[in-house]
């Protein structure tokens, strides 16, 4: 079973995310940039879930440090803002894709797919 490692801090786009994929894939939580950095590095997951807004140290932070290791393993920044440029931005700082808030199931398991196969 492939590992997810969601890096988010909000308890319900935890749980939404969780309940659409617990079944198929063995999941990993990280509340703030910092532990998912260590999460990332000492789990060697197949796939990163980036919530980009988050609390220590931002989402682009620990991917840019998370790609000093993991050069390879795909990313997709998540984020609620939806503004010109902040796509670019994600994957500037390496993820490899981009999704917005609210989530929308069906690109999220497009991604997947796209990804893990």
Partial sequence: MKTVLIIEDTEL??????QLLEDD??????RDGEQGILMANENKPDLILMDISLPVMDG???????????SSTPIIGLS????????KKARDSG????????LNE??????LEKYLG
Avoid: Q, W
Wanted: glycine share 2%.
């Fill in 13 to 18: 786009n935890v749980d939404l995310i969780s």
């Fill in 80 to 87: 609620a803002h939806a503004m010109d440029g902040d796509e």
């Fill in 25 to 30: 894939y063995n999941l990993l939580i990280a």
């Fill in 60 to 70: 682009y932070e620990a991917t840019r440090k998370i790609r000093e290791t993991l």
């Fill in 106 to 111: 069906n690109l999220l398991f497009t991604m």
């Fill in 95 to 102: 993820c490899n894709d981009y999704l917005t808030k609210p």
